[in-house]
């Protein structure tokens, strides 16, 4: 599975599992601020549990679970394509749907369902991806570099072409 498309797809799920919707706003950081679609600080807050500064492996472990609940909609320890679908509805934009290509994405196996195991290791996948400079942690910053990047992803590619 290609790395980029993977990492695509965990963030799109991670947007979608986050909820609201929420207006622009800065982040701090060396130089100007990546521009990401919704408040990149206050997405960085709710991950940032402990209200340290950066997010770390086990914040980003236990926000993984947390999503994955709402997600779950049904309480049956599994996220089915109808409950991502109606999550991904939020994230959909002139008409594209990625909902198919992200489910695809996150279920490892191939059964037709996501398990919070297979959830939680994207999750740190994603961790692993945003954390640029391998200390360990994630810094607002590096959380809006990976979000700005996503969106560009998101708007310079037709959802079938992933």
């Given at each position: 599975?290609?790395t980029?498309?993977?990492v695509?797809?965990?963030?799109?799920?991670?947007?979608?599992?986050a909820?609201?919707?929420?207006?622009?706003?800065?982040?701090?950081?060396?130089?100007?601020?990546?521009?990401?679609?919704?408040?990149?600080?206050?997405?960085?807050?709710?991950?940032?549990t402990?209200?340290?500064?950066v997010?770390?492996?086990?914040?980003?472990?236990?926000?993984?679970a947390?999503?994955?609940a709402?997600?779950?909609?049904?309480n049956?320890?599994?996220?089915?394509?109808?409950?991502f679908?109606?999550?991904?509805?939020?994230?959909?934009?002139g008409?594209?749907?990625?909902?198919?290509?992200?489910?695809?994405?996150?279920d490892?196996d191939?059964?037709?369902?996501?398990?919070?195991?297979?959830?939680?290791?994207?999750?740190m996948?994603?961790?692993?991806?945003?954390?640029?400079?391998?200390?360990?942690?994630?810094?607002?910053?590096?959380?809006?570099?990976?979000?700005?990047?996503?969106?560009?992803?998101?708007?310079?590619?037709?959802?079938?072409?992933?």
């Amino acid at each position: 599975m290609n790395t980029s498309k993977l990492v695509l797809a965990l963030s799109i799920a991670a947007l979608a599992a986050a909820c609201a919707p929420l207006p622009p706003g800065p982040g701090p950081g060396p130089g100007p601020a990546p521009r990401a679609a919704g408040n990149v600080d206050q997405l960085f807050e709710r991950m940032d549990t402990d209200n340290n500064g950066v997010v770390t492996r086990d914040e980003q472990r236990r926000n993984a679970a947390q999503r994955f609940a709402r997600l779950d909609t049904d309480n049956n320890r599994v996220v089915g394509p109808r409950e991502f679908d109606r999550a991904m509805s939020r994230l959909r934009r002139g008409g594209g749907d990625m909902s198919d290509f992200a489910f695809s994405q996150l279920d490892a196996d191939n059964n037709g369902f996501i398990t919070l195991i297979e959830y939680e290791r994207s999750q740190m996948t994603r961790f692993e991806r945003m954390d640029r400079n391998n200390d360990q942690v994630v810094t607002r910053y590096e959380f809006a570099q990976h979000m700005q990047q996503t969106m560009d992803r998101m708007q310079n590619r037709a959802p079938g072409a992933y």
